[in-house]
């Protein structure tokens, strides 16, 4: 199969790949969902669509949206209207051809349409009635300005006179408002010109304070201009942004003269506690052949210091991109940027669509998730899942962790445990104070791998508060009390096994343990191997000590009270204790199920907790849980007969097939999976659940059954009815950092500790030859495996550099022999590593 082209169920070509980058051409608009794609710079970000710009936020995931679609709205709120008497169709129409306000054939579609995503910008191109018609939108690398470039062309051979009306909608405004306010009440808009059209917007504060004051500004061009409008109620008129009176019949209410200067406000140009808008039109004069260039630039520049407009020069920044060699030269920049980004890790495996993914579009994605924080344009992060996604970001930026790292730890409480979420305000912002009690094992992880990475053990010796208290101690002692609160007596169970609290990474289960008895079997395997994180941390850090012997006593007592308890008969691990004295996710649920849960098993394995004589007892529920998308998370699904003391699951509250109840939930059922394979040393069936877990392979996830774009990693595949393994969720998953550690960590086994790099690859037995290139501590490395005898795992032989490296070490986690090679062994320029196996 061809999964670089796209075709729809009736042969229609949908889409196809760029060769050479994480680029996709799209050739219609009758996809059969939205194709999302973003643009971030960490200033700001804009998501995009076949229909336009969907969203763009300043600052993500906590700053404001400059414009937004709303629920169910299918088209852009930031759009240019074309019309002309001399088209043979007078009706207007948009730049990205739809909204069409005929509406009498809701699938036209016009000629030689294309819409091609690339890493640094956004076109949209078609032809219709003689009308050549192309829009770019463009994020630079810094700063928050989003550029829009409309090209028309007449393609007739006479003149053409032709009105243009941009209009954009502005939003201003975080996120999400209390339910009792409404975005407008707390905009000041107008229009006036300094160089150019000016339109801007303050968000003011309704709690007066100047430090939420924001100002968003949209410069426009002035040439042809004919009229304006501020007022979105006014320009929509008896219509909608879809079929705006004011288009239709072509009078704006405002002229463009006298024109104001930024910041003053009249009674002729300017608008508050209504709904604005920045709409404009334009009328320009074509010849046969002739083009006009019509630019506009949002941006947000600083507000005063007291919470006042910007500065003017500041205002005028933006002004570059209407300069066509400035402007060239930033998307040249932001080209060369992403195209680093992509060859920062490669891989080459003979598997041209696998490599080209893995080399291309995942690293993007990194990207984009760490920006987007799982997609909630919230004040918050998920304190799990940025540990998660910046725990993978480590192997392309590590300095990006330090930052993040010590935002979480700063929102610590000083028992040790960790909001569900917390605010990108920092300590003294509003946080997600539920009761879940995984988040810290997976910041012990991420700080451990941190460390791994980047060498930078100073960063222990950083001090930071705590979420409850302005006392301060050492980043080590926050750890050391995320560390205890999981051995602390009072938060272990009558199994011995870690209480679930509200929940842990299963969200689904939140009653299990609010009454205070019910254990998680995920934590606690979790726990034990944050348990040796820790001691190597300690060991590293100052030698023995005796807190490394507890924590290492610690760890196997909870080994065998989860091998005790927690293993049944039937051989796999019960997922939780529930508040009522019963296991769930058992060979016995109370409902009279067998209902094995994938990661309860996958962290048995991952942990070390399995002796290797069980291992192949713990696989078997592989063939339980799969299905024709991929891995279940758990089968069978839960709610046709009520369970006490769980919560949504199992209460009939979350459907069959919906989410997290019974489908392939990427994240956990199949990147948790991929991670206890690489464990198991079972390459083949590593390398097989990736391909369930990335979207590309139209055999496995076709894009006319999961309806979303064969480039984005997806939260889940459900199972409801209508739209059987439908996707949910582009991009917002933490499946994106579980692929990419995936990839180098456990299929190339390039794993970075703090005793050396380790390498302990596990590839799959057909695979008779390979190689990365990578960065590790700043060099870069170049490594080939060959696989003469058709092994998965444990080289016979490592060279570095054409010597021979023997020192080795047994892993704590799948006791494995492995490959330790010293960061000092390093040398500048090139490396080379080769593996025999």
Same mark, same amino acid.
């Given at each position: 199969?061809?999964?670089?082209?796209?075709?729809?169920?009736?042969?229609?070509?949908?889409?196809?790949?760029?060769?050479?980058?994480?680029?996709?051409?799209?050739?219609?608009?009758?996809?059969?969902?939205?194709?999302?794609?973003?643009?971030?710079?960490?200033?700001?970000?804009?998501?995009?669509?076949?229909?336009?710009?969907?969203?763009?936020?300043?600052?993500?995931?906590?700053?404001?949206?400059?414009?937004?679609?709303?629920?169910?709205?299918?088209?852009?709120?930031?759009?240019?209207?074309?019309?002309?008497?001399?088209?043979?169709?007078?009706?207007?129409?948009?730049?990205?051809?739809?909204?069409?306000?005929?509406?009498?054939?809701?699938?036209?579609?016009?000629?030689?349409?294309?819409?091609? %995503?690339?890493?640094?910008?956004?076109?949209?191109?078609?032809?219709?009635?003689?009308?050549?018609?192309?829009?770019?939108?463009?994020? =630079?690398?810094?700063?928050?300005?989003?550029?829009?470039?409309?090209?028309?062309?007449?393609?007739?051979?006479?003149?053409?006179?032709?009105?243009?009306?941009?209009?954009?909608?502005?939003?201003?405004?975080?996120?999400?408002?209390?339910?009792?306010?409404?975005?407008?009440?707390?905009?000041?808009?107008?229009? &006036?010109?300094?160089?150019?059209?000016?339109?801007?917007?303050?968000?003011?504060?309704?709690?007066?304070?100047?430090?939420?004051?924001?100002?968003?500004? *949209?410069?426009?061009?002035?040439?042809?201009?004919?009229?304006?409008?501020?007022?979105?109620?006014?320009?929509?008129?008896?219509?909608?942004?879809?079929?705006?009176?004011?288009?239709?019949? &072509?009078?704006?209410?405002?002229?463009?003269? =006298?024109?104001?200067?930024?910041?003053?406000?009249?009674?002729?140009?300017?608008?508050?506690?209504?709904?604005?808008?920045?709409?404009?039109?334009?009328?320009?004069?074509?010849?046969?052949?002739?083009?006009?260039?019509?630019?506009?630039?949002?941006?947000?520049?600083?507000?005063?210091?007291?919470?006042?407009?910007?500065?003017?020069?500041?205002?005028?920044?933006?002004?570059?991109?209407?300069?066509?060699?400035?402007?060239?030269?930033?998307?040249?920049?932001?080209?060369?940027?992403?195209?680093?980004?992509?060859?920062?890790? !490669?891989?080459?495996?003979?598997?041209?669509?696998?490599?080209?993914?893995?080399?291309?579009?995942?690293?993007?994605?990194?990207?984009?998730?760490?920006?987007?924080?799982?997609?909630?344009?919230?004040?918050?992060?998920?304190?799990?899942?940025?540990?998660?996604?910046?725990?993978?970001?480590?192997?392309?930026?590590? !300095?990006?962790?330090?930052?993040?790292?010590?935002?979480?730890?700063?929102?610590?409480?000083?028992?040790?445990?960790?909001?569900?979420?917390?605010?990108?305000?920092?300590?003294?912002?509003?946080?997600?104070?539920?009761?879940?009690?995984?988040?810290?094992?997976?910041?012990?992880?991420?700080?451990?791998?941190? *460390?791994? #990475?980047?060498?930078?053990?100073?960063?222990?010796?950083?001090?930071?508060?705590?979420?409850?208290?302005?006392?301060?101690?050492?980043?080590?002692?926050? *750890?050391?009390?995320?560390?205890?609160?999981?051995?602390?007596?009072?938060?272990?169970?009558?199994?011995?096994?870690?209480?679930?609290?509200?929940?842990?990474?299963?969200?689904?289960?939140?009653?299990?343990?609010?009454?205070?008895?019910?254990?998680?079997?995920?934590?606690?395997?979790?726990?034990?191997?944050?348990?040796?994180?820790?001691?190597?941390?300690?060991?590293?850090? @100052?030698?023995?000590?005796?807190?490394?012997?507890?924590?290492?006593?610690?760890?196997?007592?909870?080994?065998?009270?989860?091998?005790?308890?927690?293993?049944?008969?039937?051989?796999?691990?019960?997922?939780?204790?529930?508040?009522?004295?019963?296991?769930?996710?058992?060979?016995?649920?109370?409902?009279?199920?067998?209902?094995?849960?994938?990661?309860?098993?996958?962290?048995?394995?991952?942990?070390?907790?399995?002796?290797?004589?069980?291992?192949?007892?713990?696989?078997?529920?592989?063939?339980?849980?799969?299905?024709?998308?991929?891995?279940?998370?758990?089968?069978?699904?839960?709610?046709?007969?009520?369970?006490?003391?769980?919560?949504?699951?199992?209460?009939?509250?979350?459907?069959?097939?919906?989410?997290?109840?019974?489908?392939?939930?990427?994240?956990?059922?199949?990147?948790?999976?991929?991670?206890?394979?690489?464990?198991?040393?079972?390459?083949?069936?590593?390398?097989?659940?990736?391909?369930?877990?990335?979207?590309?392979?139209?055999?496995?996830?076709?894009?006319?059954?999961?309806?979303?774009?064969? #480039?984005?990693?997806?939260?889940?595949?459900?199972? *409801?009815?209508?739209?059987?393994?439908? @996707?949910?969720?582009? %991009?917002?998953?933490?499946?994106?950092?579980?692929?990419?550690?995936?990839?180098?960590?456990?299929?190339?086994?390039?794993?970075?500790?703090?005793?050396?790099?380790?390498?302990?690859?596990?590839?799959?037995?057909?695979?008779?030859?390979?190689?990365?290139?990578?960065?590790?501590?700043?060099?870069?490395?170049?490594?080939?495996?060959?696989?003469?005898?058709?092994?998965?795992?444990?080289?016979?032989?490592?060279?570095?550099? &054409?010597?021979?490296?023997?020192?080795?070490?047994?892993?704590?986690?799948?006791?494995?022999?492995? %490959?330790?090679?010293?960061?000092?062994?390093?040398?500048?320029?090139?490396?080379?590593?080769?593996?025999?196996?």
């Amino acid at each position: 199969m061809n999964n670089r082209e796209i075709y729809g169920p009736s042969g229609q070509k949908w889409a196809q790949f760029r060769p050479d980058c994480a680029g996709i051409d799209l050739f219609s608009l009758n996809l059969p969902a939205p194709w999302e794609y973003i643009y971030q710079n960490h200033d700001v970000l804009l998501k995009v669509d076949q229909f336009g710009p969907v969203y763009a936020q300043a600052n993500p995931p906590g700053g404001i949206q400059l414009f937004r679609r709303e629920n169910g709205q299918k088209f852009s709120n930031w759009a240019v209207w074309l019309q002309s008497d001399e088209l043979e169709d007078r009706k207007p129409f948009t730049n990205f051809f739809r909204p069409l306000i005929d509406g009498s054939d809701p699938s036209k579609e016009p000629q030689d349409l294309k819409i091609t %995503f690339l890493p640094h910008c956004a076109s949209y191109e078609y032809r219709y009635q003689d009308l050549l018609v192309k829009t770019e939108f463009f994020v =630079p690398l810094h700063g928050t300005e989003i550029v829009m470039k409309l090209r028309v062309k007449n393609l007739r051979k006479k003149a053409m006179g032709l009105s243009v009306s941009p209009a954009f909608v502005p939003y201003v405004n975080p996120a999400q408002l209390a339910p009792w306010d409404k975005y407008e009440w707390y905009l000041k808009s107008g229009v &006036g010109r300094e160089e150019k059209e000016l339109f801007w917007s303050q968000l003011l504060s309704s709690t007066s304070d100047p430090g939420e004051r924001r100002t968003a500004a *949209l410069w426009t061009d002035s040439e042809g201009l004919c009229g304006t409008e501020i007022s979105y109620e006014k320009f929509v008129g008896c219509g909608d942004l879809s079929c705006p009176q004011s288009v239709t019949d &072509g009078s704006f209410r405002m002229k463009p003269e =006298p024109a104001a200067s930024f910041g003053e406000y009249r009674g002729d140009n300017a608008i508050w506690g209504y709904p604005p808008v920045y709409a404009a039109k334009y009328g320009c004069h074509l010849e046969p052949g002739g083009e006009r260039v019509f630019t506009q630039v949002i941006c947000m520049p600083q507000n005063a210091a007291d919470g006042g407009l910007p500065a003017v020069d500041d205002v005028k920044k933006p002004l570059v991109y209407f300069e066509a060699p400035a402007y060239e030269r930033k998307k040249e920049e932001a080209r060369r940027h992403f195209s680093a980004l992509c060859r920062k890790n !490669t891989v080459r495996t003979g598997q041209k669509d696998w490599d080209y993914f893995i080399n291309n579009w995942l690293p993007l994605q990194m990207e984009w998730v760490a920006s987007l924080d799982r997609g909630w344009p919230t004040a918050m992060r998920g304190t799990r899942d940025c540990a998660q996604d910046y725990t993978a970001m480590l192997s392309i930026d590590d !300095t990006a962790g330090r930052v993040r790292l010590l935002e979480m730890l700063s929102c610590q409480r000083s028992d040790g445990w960790f909001p569900r979420q917390f605010s990108t305000e920092g300590r003294t912002g509003r946080h997600d104070l539920r009761g879940h009690v995984d988040a810290g094992a997976f910041v012990i992880e991420f700080v451990y791998e941190y *460390l791994s #990475y980047s060498g930078d053990s100073g960063v222990l010796d950083a001090v930071l508060p705590w979420l409850d208290s302005d006392g301060k101690n050492t980043v080590l002692e926050h *750890l050391v009390r995320a560390m205890e609160y999981y051995i602390d007596p009072e938060n272990l169970g009558e199994h011995g096994l870690c209480k679930i609290g509200e929940g842990d990474w299963l969200d689904s289960v939140n009653r299990a343990g609010v009454l205070g008895r019910g254990e998680s079997v995920m934590v606690s395997e979790q726990a034990v191997m944050c348990l040796q994180y820790m001691t190597e941390i300690l060991e590293n850090r @100052s030698g023995p000590s005796a807190t490394a012997v507890v924590y290492r006593e610690k760890a196997e007592e909870m080994k065998k009270n989860l091998l005790k308890h927690a293993y049944n008969q039937d051989g796999f691990f019960n997922g939780i204790f529930t508040d009522e004295g019963k296991w769930i996710f058992s060979d016995q649920d109370p409902d009279g199920e067998k209902r094995p849960y994938g990661p309860a098993n996958w962290f048995a394995l991952i942990s070390g907790v399995v002796p290797e004589e069980m291992r192949k007892s713990v696989l078997r529920v592989m063939e339980l849980l799969k299905c024709e998308a991929g891995y279940r998370l758990y089968w069978p699904p839960m709610g046709e007969i009520p369970i006490r003391c769980v919560g949504r699951a199992a209460s009939g509250d979350a459907p069959a097939g919906f989410a997290e109840n019974g489908n392939v939930y990427n994240h956990g059922a199949q990147g948790f999976l991929a991670r206890a394979l690489a464990a198991a040393g079972n390459g083949d069936g590593l390398f097989d659940v990736l391909q369930w877990l990335l979207p590309y392979d139209q055999s496995r996830h076709p894009s006319n059954v999961v309806l979303s774009p064969p #480039y984005a990693i997806v939260n889940c595949w459900q199972e *409801l009815p209508v739209f059987r393994f439908r @996707s949910l969720f582009s %991009f917002l998953t933490g499946s994106v950092g579980m692929a990419q550690r995936a990839v180098y960590e456990w299929m190339f086994g390039i794993r970075p500790t703090l005793e050396g790099l380790v390498i302990d690859p596990c590839i799959p037995g057909w695979m008779d030859s390979a190689s990365v290139e990578f960065t590790y501590r700043g060099k870069r490395v170049k490594m080939e495996i060959r696989n003469p005898n058709a092994r998965s795992c444990t080289p016979e032989k490592v060279e570095l550099n &054409g010597v021979s490296v023997f020192k080795t070490r047994k892993d704590p986690f799948h006791f494995r022999t492995v %490959f330790v090679l010293g960061s000092e062994l390093f040398q500048d320029g090139e490396n080379t590593i080769r593996v025999i196996l």
